[in-house]
């Protein structure tokens, strides 16, 4: 079975940092675009990132960019998200995805997320 | 900066036909904006409806449907049941490797 499982999260203080992980299992890790969803309490989803599939391009969402940081290990079948200079806004429910594009584009798979509190 | 529009709510009668929207505050949606689209219950992480070659997930009823509409990528359902009441998600590809989500639609059945 294609399984995503999130870890990591939890209450932060406002300027802190969290490391949140995505463990990949059932399918060739490796051959995927995986990215971060995240979705606010009683908001909508918002798209955070995505990293290739050999880490060598990373791309964010410009409320993030500079203080997130995507990154993988392949050997590992795992995903990172460092977050750093967190703020009350990023408090959210955080969802690792798998991407698939080619020929189509979508996420279809998705770990059933981790919450992240950002509060004093 | 361009914002991906979904219209906030909805309503249909059981049985009905819906169709939900995918649009760009500038511009037109095509095929090139790859849309995909995810269904949302409460307390549970998103569903992958279809993707961006309107191919149904694994499990998804084939009254689901997908389509580019005019200038808007369009989710259609046809017969709507009781469990379609919920939220409904687009994606689509800003350019740059870079996506966004609409603001998601809150889909009533009654």
């Known amino acids: 079975e294609e399984q995503l499982v999130e870890s990591g999260g939890g209450l932060v203080q406002p300027g802190g940092s969290l490391r949140l992980s995505c463990a990949a299992s059932g399918f060739t890790f490796s051959q995927y675009w995986m990215g971060w969803v995240r979705q606010a309490p009683g908001k909508g989803l918002e798209w955070v990132g995505n990293i290739k599939q050999d880490g060598s391009r990373k791309v964010y969402v410009d409320s993030v960019k500079g203080r997130f940081t995507l990154s993988r290990d392949n050997a590992k079948n795992s995903m990172s998200l460092q977050m750093d200079s967190l703020r009350g806004e990023d408090t959210a429910v955080y969802y690792c995805?798998?991407?698939?594009?080619?020929?189509?584009?979508?996420?279809?798979?998705w770990g059933q997320g981790t919450t992240v509190t950002v509060s004093s | 900066q361009t914002v991906v529009t979904q219209e906030p709510s909805f309503s249909v009668s059981p049985g009905g036909t819906v169709i939900l929207t995918c649009g760009l505050s500038s511009g037109s949606v095509s095929a090139n904006n790859y849309p995909s689209w995810y269904q949302q219950t409460p307390g549970q992480p998103p569903r992958t409806l279809i993707d961006s070659s309107n191919t149904r997930s694994s499990g998804v009823p084939d009254r689901f449907s997908g389509s580019i509409l005019g200038n808007k990528a369009a989710l259609i359902i046809t017969g709507a049941q009781a469990d379609d009441d919920c939220d409904y998600y687009c994606?689509?590809?800003?350019?740059?490797?870079?996506?966004?989500f609409g603001g998601g639609t809150k889909l009533t059945v009654l």
């Open positions: 994606v689509l590809y800003m350019g740059n490797d870079i996506w966004a």
């Open positions: 995805a798998r991407w698939i594009t080619a020929p189509a584009h979508a996420m279809d798979v």
